[in-house]
Structures are given as structure tokens and as C-alpha cells.
Antibody, heavy 120, light 115 residues
Framework: EVQLVESGGGLVQPGGSLRLSCVAS????????MDWVRQAPGKGPEWVAN????????YYADSVKGRFTISRDNAKNSLFLQMDTLRAEDTAVYYC?????????????WGQGSLVTVSS | DIVMTQSPDSLAVSLGERATVNCKSS????????????LAWYQQKPGQPPKLLIY???TRESGVPDRFSGSGSGTDFTLTISSLQAEDVAVYYC???????????FGQGTKVEIK
């Protein structure tokens, strides 16, 4: 069974940093592009970033470019999102999601999410 | 970026009746090289992550009931629930993934309720 489990969310002040983690199981993690998608309260999902199977290519939404960094550790089946210079508008549930690799990215498995609240 | 606009924002349908959700993209998501529409549909229930229902505009994900179907091409798409069940109460999102035109983007969502 495919499982994605996020951790690392919480309350942080504007300008602060957080690092999200996602541990994957039930599939061959190193064979898939992986993504972070966020959802602000009452809003639709917003794609944040993705990373190629071997970590050699990374892409970011304009809204986070230069502030967020996606990375992965295939030996530990783990995906990360380093979030710096956080803003109030970054408040959201952050989901780790798998791209099935059919020509997407779209997302066939999602974690339960990790809530990030940016507030003073 | 491609803007996805769904209609209506919400709808109420009687059990067993048809529910139709519309999605319009600001640019065509039909790729001429493979004749595929880069469009997916998701279902989200309260407190849960989105669940993939349909991709390539009309291909049902494994395990999704056949009462869910997707149609459309180019810029106009439809998700149809042929016979609404109580467990289908949720918010439905469309998403384009035509990657050469920028990042993947989602619609604002359509809330489906029981009348």
C-alpha cells in the first residue's frame, strides 16, 4: 500500500523558517517525480514544487521561488521542503504528492498533509 | 499561467440524479503531438487530501466507480456523476498539467451536496 506521511509543520513567525519532511512507503520512491502541493484554508490546491527521480531537476511556483527548496533522499525514501522567509500567505496545509509519470504532473497519491501557520 | 475556472461554485442534486461540474481553461490543454488533453479531476472530502478520479480528461483512475466520467477537449471539460450517492458529497477540482505552458494549476472547486 502506498503511503506518504508528512511532518514538520507548525506555527512560525513571519520571516521564519520550517522544514517539512515526507516519508514514502509501498512503492519504489526513487522511480518517481515527487511534488509538494499546498492548500490554504477554504481554497483550491496550489502546486508548490517538484523534483525529478534522481534529484537533478527541480521546479518551483513563482510564489515560492528563491524562498523554498525541495530536496530528496532516495536512500531514506524521503522528500523535503525547506521553507525560508515565510509569509502570512504561505499559511496552508502542505501535501506531499506522487506524480505517476504518465506525462503530468498530476497526482495519484497524496499524504494527509502538514499544517503550516505563519503568524505573529 | 493557465487559469482554470469551474462552474457552478456549488450544486445540490437529489440522490440518484445526475451531477455535472464544468471546468474551463484559459488556454487549450490539448497537446497536438499526442491528441491528449492534460486535464485531471479530483474529489476532496472534509479533512482529507484530494483523491484522483480522472486523468487525460476521461481516463478513470483504478478503483474509481464508473458513475464518474470525464469529457471535453481543448478548453472545456465536464465531470459527470451519473447517479449521485451519499458518499459523493465532496468538493471537486479540475487541474491542468500542460507543463510546457507553465505550472500545473487547479480550479477553485465545486461543492456537491445532496438536495
Amino acid at each position: 500500500e502506498v503511503q506518504l506521511v508528512e511532518s514538520g509543520g507548525g506555527l512560525v513567525q513571519p520571516g521564519g523558517s520550517l522544514r517539512l519532511s515526507c516519508v514514502a512507503s509501498g512503492f519504489s520512491f526513487s522511480n518517481y517525480w515527487m511534488d509538494w502541493v499546498r492548500q490554504a484554508p477554504g481554497k483550491g490546491p496550489e502546486w508548490v514544487a517538484n523534483i525529478k527521480e534522481d534529484g537533478s531537476d527541480k521546479y518551483y511556483a513563482d510564489s515560492v521561488k528563491g524562498r523554498f527548496t525541495i530536496s530528496r533522499d532516495n536512500a531514506k525514501n524521503s522528500l523535503f521542503l525547506q521553507m525560508d522567509t515565510l509569509r502570512a500567505e504561505d499559511t496552508a496545509v502542505y501535501y506531499c504528492a506522487r506524480d505517476p509519470g504518465y506525462g503530468g504532473p498530476f497526482f495519484d497519491y497524496w499524504g494527509q498533509g502538514s499544517l503550516v501557520t505563519v503568524s505573529s | 499561467d493557465i487559469v482554470m475556472t469551474q462552474s457552478p461554485d456549488s450544486l445540490a442534486v437529489s440522490l440518484g440524479e445526475r451531477a455535472t461540474v464544468n471546468c474551463k481553461s484559459s488556454q487549450s490543454v490539448l497537446h497536438s503531438s499526442n491528441n491528449k488533453n492534460y486535464l485531471a479531476w479530483y474529489q476532496q472530502k472534509p479533512g482529507q487530501p484530494p483523491k484522483l478520479l480522472i486523468y487525460w480528461a476521461s481516463t478513470r483512475e483504478s478503483g474509481v466507480p464508473d458513475r464518474f466520467s470525464g469529457s471535453g477537449s481543448g478548453t472545456d471539460f465536464t465531470l459527470t456523476i451519473s447517479s449521485l450517492q451519499a458518499e459523493d458529497v465532496a468538493v471537486y477540482y479540475c487541474q491542468q498539467y500542460y507543463h510546457t505552458l507553465g505550472p500545473p494549476t487547479f480550479g477553485q472547486g465545486t461543492k456537491v451536496e445532496i438536495k
